[in-house]
């Protein structure tokens, strides 16, 4: 019998992926580039959810960033905003209609989403970066239906 995964050990064990994909760094690491934006839907600001930034190559580090209620975010690679590594990236936006939850009896939910399925994949959302060195950036990615 398969064991029983649960949302919050889900949300952990994603957590210390996303920890060790991103690693340690620190003021002596290579420099990053100032990388902020606004997500909005046809045209109008959306928030909370995460944007996150995937090198093409496949080599290089990630840099994620969170989407506030105002649709703004800021990209970050070692600690909350510091910045992102020159490169080139592939871009996937993550906008939560609805937090998971539960209820009285015990029953998990999942998040519904704003975002379409399509804008949730680096390969499909269509979105790309070339960040390069000291160009800080402030991007829009808009999403439609």
Request: net charge positive; charged share 20%.
């Given at each position: ?101 539960g ?9 519904t ?26 991007l ?6």
């Amino acid at each position: 019998m398969l064991p029983t995964v649960t949302l919050p050990r889900l949300v952990r064990a994603s957590a210390l992926l996303l920890l060790g994909i991103v690693g340690c760094g620190g003021p002596t690491g290579p420099e990053l580039t100032p990388i902020t934006g606004v997500v909005t839907f046809e045209g109008k600001p959306v928030g909370p959810g995460t944007v996150a930034f995937v090198p093409t190559d496949g080599t290089g580090n990630p840099a994620s960033g969170t989407i506030e209620s105002s649709g703004r975010f800021k990209m970050s690679v070692y600690k909350p905003g510091d910045g992102v590594l020159p490169g080139t990236y592939k871009v996937s936006v993550t906008v939560i209609k609805e937090p998971a939850h539960g209820d009285d009896k015990g029953n998990l939910f999942p998040p519904t989403y704003l975002s379409p399925e399509r804008y949730m994949n680096p390969d499909t959302s269509g979105f790309n970066v070339t960040v390069e060195k000291r160009k800080p950036q402030d991007l829009k990615f808009d999403l439609k239906p």
